[in-house]
């Protein structure tokens, strides 16, 4: 396709765009495009130390439709500033800007609070060590063609792009393996995984009494007993079920720059006032729409139930979770605001995410120090109604009758299996009954569900591990 024919296109779509959700809406999308590709890029040179180019084609290629625009789009690295800037063809422009251990913010025309992150105070871990610095190789054959088959492209697209498997069996790790400029200490963005990280964190709040499930959430704007948006729950925001009009954010694809909820993300220095201020599309708790805007409300309260100050949400997430786990390698990143962006901004080593993974198979517990409220894990994957995918509150679950439950069971996935997931491929999965914990970390495309091959993934590990004989690595 020429040039001028490509730019025919894309203004094509942006007219058609803005005739079908009105012109405001349109605006939104060259921000949009610009403010997904700017943040991915900033996190993943400063912070991953990845190589940007790498970055750009697979991130573009994983989502269906960013061939549209994704030639039209410039990128500028700035090694000196430490800030990335992307441009869609003159018609919208984004920057992110990269700080010392807080990772990557988009900066606004209202720019961006300065945040001093908290220092390190050495805290031990409570759970024993997963491995040696030394990358572990699969302890069995089984193992190894495991994790041939999860690396291993298909002759034709959609590719896999996996980046980063790590197995664990019984609190060890037992196979890992990753992909080329990555390693164990290698911090990789988990998307929407984050949600999870959010959920735990919002369990802790609970445990100590500063947050409550049910009842009204305590937001301000919301305090009036006669808004509707009074009745909206904790649980609601879990469970995606507040029924704020904020569109969805399960699939990433172009089509998805036009929701309201990635003006949130993309346009809004704060984001949680802007979700605040969206009205219902359905009461609370009568509807289910997983959308962002639920997440970033709650990444709100848990900064103000740590202490209202930026640095009081990160110290906290760090002292009470990050620590007692041995979390080193991580890096939560921020709005303008100062408030985490809970949705989507957490990176984490490999080694990490299964860490995290391991508090949910050892029922919130490390050590001897219960770090989530007792019953929280079995809460947290129950699944929630009218939930098609099959998601409890904070985790994705087999457990009930829906569509995405069945679909996994069938596929050879434990009914008791449950797991964080992000977007273009990033899983954690914990399944109690062979005490497993999987992580796979890529650069997939969401649709067809084996594109990334964790269905593979998941039923070779487990008759892997099963093989009697093989596994005194694990004991």
Request: hydrophobic fraction near 40%.
């Given at each position: 396709?020429?040039?001028?024919?490509?730019?025919?296109?894309?203004?094509?779509?942006?007219?058609?765009?803005?005739?079908?959700?009105?012109?405001?809406?349109?605006?939104?999308?060259?921000?949009?495009a610009?403010?997904?590709?700017?943040?991915?890029l900033?996190?993943e040179?400063?912070?991953?130390?990845?190589?940007?180019?790498?970055?750009?084609?697979?991130?573009?290629?994983?989502?269906?439709?960013?061939?549209?625009?994704?030639?039209?789009?410039?990128?500028?690295?700035?090694r000196?500033?430490?800030?990335?800037?992307?441009?869609?063809?003159?018609?919208?422009?984004?920057?992110?800007?990269?700080?010392?251990?807080?990772?990557?913010?988009?900066?606004?025309?209202?720019?961006?609070?300065?945040?001093?992150?908290?220092?390190?105070?050495?805290?031990?871990?409570?759970?024993?060590?997963?491995?040696?610095?030394?990358?572990?190789?699969?302890?069995?054959?089984?193992?190894?063609?495991?994790?041939?088959?999860?690396?291993?492209?298909?002759?034709?697209?959609?590719?896999?792009?996996?980046?980063?498997?790590?197995?664990?069996?019984?609190?060890?790790?037992?196979?890992e393996?990753?992909?080329?400029?990555?390693?164990?200490?290698?911090?990789?963005?988990?998307?929407?995984?984050?949600?999870?990280?959010?959920?735990?964190?919002?369990?802790i709040?609970?445990?100590?009494?500063?947050?409550?499930?049910?009842?009204?959430a305590?937001?301000?704007?919301?305090?009036?007993?006669?808004?509707?948006?009074?009745?909206?729950?904790?649980?609601?925001?879990?469970?995606?079920?507040?029924?704020?009009?904020?569109?969805?954010?399960?699939?990433?694809?172009?089509?998805?720059?036009?929701?309201?909820?990635?003006?949130?993300k993309?346009?809004?220095?704060?984001?949680?006032?802007?979700?605040?201020?969206?009205?219902?599309?359905?009461?609370p708790?009568?509807?289910?729409?997983?959308?962002?805007?639920?997440?970033?409300?709650?990444?709100?309260?848990?900064?103000?139930?740590?202490?209202?100050?930026?640095?009081?949400?990160?110290?906290?997430?760090?002292?009470?979770?990050?620590?007692?786990?041995?979390?080193?390698?991580?890096?939560?990143?921020?709005?303008?605001?100062?408030?985490?962006?809970?949705?989507?901004?957490?990176?984490?080593?490999?080694?990490?995410?299964?860490?995290?993974?391991?508090?949910?198979?050892?029922?919130?517990?490390?050590?001897?120090?219960?770090?989530?409220?007792?019953?929280?894990?079995?809460?947290?994957?129950?699944?929630?109604?009218?939930?098609?995918?099959?998601?409890?509150?904070?985790?994705?679950?087999?457990?009930?009758?829906?569509?995405?439950?069945?679909?996994?069971?069938?596929h050879?996935?434990?009914?008791?299996?449950?797991f964080?997931?992000?977007?273009?491929?990033?899983?954690?999965?914990?399944?109690?009954?062979?005490?497993?914990?999987?992580?796979?970390?890529?650069?997939?495309?969401?649709?067809p569900?084996?594109?990334?091959?964790?269905?593979?993934?998941?039923?070779?590990?487990?008759?892997a591990?099963?093989?009697?004989?093989?596994?005194?690595?694990?004991?």
């Amino acid at each position: 396709m020429t040039r001028r024919r490509k730019i025919i296109l894309l203004a094509t779509t942006m007219a058609c765009a803005g005739l079908a959700l009105g012109a405001a809406r349109a605006r939104d999308v060259p921000k949009v495009a610009t403010g997904f590709l700017a943040d991915i890029l900033c996190s993943e040179t400063f912070v991953s130390g990845l190589d940007p180019r790498r970055t750009f084609a697979e991130t573009t290629d994983a989502m269906p439709g960013t061939g549209l625009i994704s030639w039209a789009m410039d990128y500028r690295i700035d090694r000196v500033r430490k800030d990335v800037t992307v441009t869609l063809f003159g018609l919208g422009r984004s920057q992110a800007v990269y700080r010392e251990g807080l990772g990557c913010t988009l900066a606004h025309e209202a720019g961006i609070v300065p945040v001093e992150p908290p220092a390190d105070d050495g805290q031990p871990a409570l759970l024993p060590e997963i491995a040696g610095p030394a990358i572990v190789p699969p302890q069995n054959e089984a193992l190894v063609v495991a994790l041939d088959r999860a690396f291993a492209e298909p002759a034709q697209p959609p590719y896999r792009r996996t980046r980063a498997v790590v197995v664990m069996k019984a609190g060890r790790i037992i196979a890992e393996r990753y992909a080329d400029g990555i390693g164990p200490e290698t911090q990789l963005l988990g998307f929407s995984m984050t949600k999870s990280v959010m959920s735990a964190l919002t369990g802790i709040l609970v445990r100590q009494g500063k947050l409550k499930l049910d009842g009204p959430a305590p937001i301000a704007a919301w305090k009036n007993p006669d808004d509707p948006r009074h009745a909206i729950t904790v649980d609601q925001l879990l469970r995606h079920t507040a029924g704020l009009a904020l569109g969805s954010s399960l699939q990433a694809s172009l089509g998805s720059v036009l929701e309201p909820v990635n003006r949130m993300k993309f346009v809004e220095t704060d984001m949680a006032a802007y979700a605040t201020s969206i009205s219902l599309a359905t009461a609370p708790g009568t509807a289910w729409n997983y959308h962002d805007g639920n997440t970033v409300i709650l990444s709100h309260l848990i900064r103000n139930a740590a202490g209202g100050n930026p640095a009081d949400a990160l110290r906290f997430a760090r002292g009470e979770l990050f620590a007692p786990l041995g979390m080193r390698h991580i890096t939560l990143q921020l709005d303008g605001s100062g408030t985490i962006e809970g949705s989507g901004e957490m990176l984490a080593s490999a080694r990490d995410w299964a860490r995290f993974g391991q508090l949910y198979l050892g029922d919130g517990v490390a050590g001897s120090k219960r770090i989530l409220p007792e019953g929280w894990v079995s809460y947290s994957s129950s699944p929630t109604p009218n939930a098609w995918v099959g998601i409890g509150a904070g985790f994705w679950t087999n457990q009930g009758d829906s569509f995405g439950a069945k679909f996994r069971v069938e596929h050879g996935w434990p009914r008791d299996a449950f797991f964080a997931k992000g977007t273009i491929g990033q899983y954690t999965i914990v399944i109690p009954s062979e005490k497993l914990v999987i992580v796979r970390l890529g650069r997939s495309p969401n649709a067809p569900p084996e594109a990334d091959g964790v269905f593979d993934l998941v039923r070779d590990v487990i008759a892997a591990t099963r093989e009697k004989g093989k596994m005194a690595g694990a004991r």
